[in-house]
């Protein structure tokens, strides 16, 4: 399967940088529409979390301090390959937005 990782430096606390991004990826209504059965296993001490669901997985590790820095390492179903590059376009474009 293939997997990339999307990094944004983000100009928020780490802490709130780590709620937005989660927050993001649970309420997110085209996250819904593309995976609907996703799982969340969030550490908000350690600012690490793990998504899982029928179409990717996404591991989220937001670190150092204001800035912080976001990293995630998204693995993708063979059939979702040939859109990777738009699929990584996308996640760069809405942490963008949602972080500053």
């Keep these: 399967m293939p997997n990339f990782k999307v990094e944004h430096q983000s ?5 709130e940088t780590f709620n ?8 997110s209504e085209g996250i819904k529409k593309l995976d609907n059965s996703l799982k969340f296993d969030l550490n908000p001490p350690l600012r690490k979390g793990h998504v899982k669901g029928s179409k990717f997985e996404c591991e989220i590790s937001v670190s150092g301090q204001t800035p912080s820095q976001v990293v995630l390492s998204i693995t993708i179903p063979l059939l979702l390959s040939p859109f990777k590059s738009s699929i990584e376009n996308t996640i760069k474009e809405k942490m963008a937005k949602i972080l500053g």
């Design 11 to 15: 100009p928020l606390p780490p802490d």
């Design 20 to 27: 937005k991004v989660c927050d993001y990826l649970q309420n």
